[in-house]
């Protein structure tokens, strides 16, 4: 069964810095979506993806926040100046379509902020 | 507003007894799925059930849009099931975007 690959699994970065974090959604898939889990929290979304462009984005996008589309296959999340709040568990999804069609998880980048 | 409400917030059995999960959801809503979050932190897909029952093998879940809520009943259960459950909710009308609940967390004792 087609599933949606993050790299890495866990990435380790200074306050201040710039992070990539990586998704390779399933191929016949068109809507791309990326949430956040803090540690012991539920899961939010960020923001989601479709047609090289930002359909809609929560609170927690701002700024320092970006997606692209780089080529056919990957689908990143930059975050520009991390900030001790930014450690999460960052999780990338793609659905056929939107609205009635399952999202498939991928298995999550836990990403810490020292 | 719209909201995603679980419950109970966290359950202990014994191996071998049934459980009863609940989601309750405040709009009418065109995705709503089911996730187990094992200690590794992935969330593993469960159900895909706006309405309806489904059954897969010891987990069922039943959606009933129209009242607002769904369930998802474990039977049987094993020291593997525990961990954390979450209803997600894509709401009518959205972009798709799914909001999940705050989860029930599971502990099966052997």
């Known amino acids: 069964e087609p599933e949606v690959t993050q790299t890495p699994s866990h990435q380790v970065t200074q306050m201040g810095q710039e992070v990539i974090l990586r998704c390779v959604p399933i191929s016949n898939h068109l809507y791309f979506y990326w949430y956040r889990q803090i540690l012991g929290q539920k899961v939010e979304f960020l923001v989601s993806?479709?047609?090289?462009?930002?359909?809609?984005k929560s609170e927690i996008f701002d700024d320092q926040f970006s997606v692209e589309r780089p080529d056919g296959s990957n689908f990143t999340l930059k975050i520009r100046s991390t900030k001790l709040e930014d450690s999460a568990m960052y999780f990338c999804a793609s659905s056929e379509l939107t609205g009635d069609q399952p999202q498939h998880f991928g298995d999550g980048t836990r990403l810490s902020i020292l | 507003g719209i909201q995603v409400e679980q419950s109970p917030p966290d359950l202990i059995l014994q191996e071998g007894a049934n459980s009863t999960l609940r989601c309750n959801f405040s709009d009418s809503v065109n995705n709503l799925q089911w996730f187990h979050q094992n200690p590794w932190g992935q969330l593993i897909n469960l159900f895909y059930i706006p309405s309806g029952t489904k059954q897969n093998g010891r987990l069922s879940a039943t959606t009933v849009a129209t009242e607002r809520y769904s369930l998802l009943y474990i039977s049987s259960s094993q020291t593997t099931d525990s961990g954390v459950y979450f209803c997600a909710v894509g709401f009518a009308g959205s972009q798709g975007n799914l909001i999940f609940g705050k989860g029930t967390k599971l502990s099966v004792k052997p």
């Open positions: 993806f479709y047609n090289n462009e930002i359909s809609e």
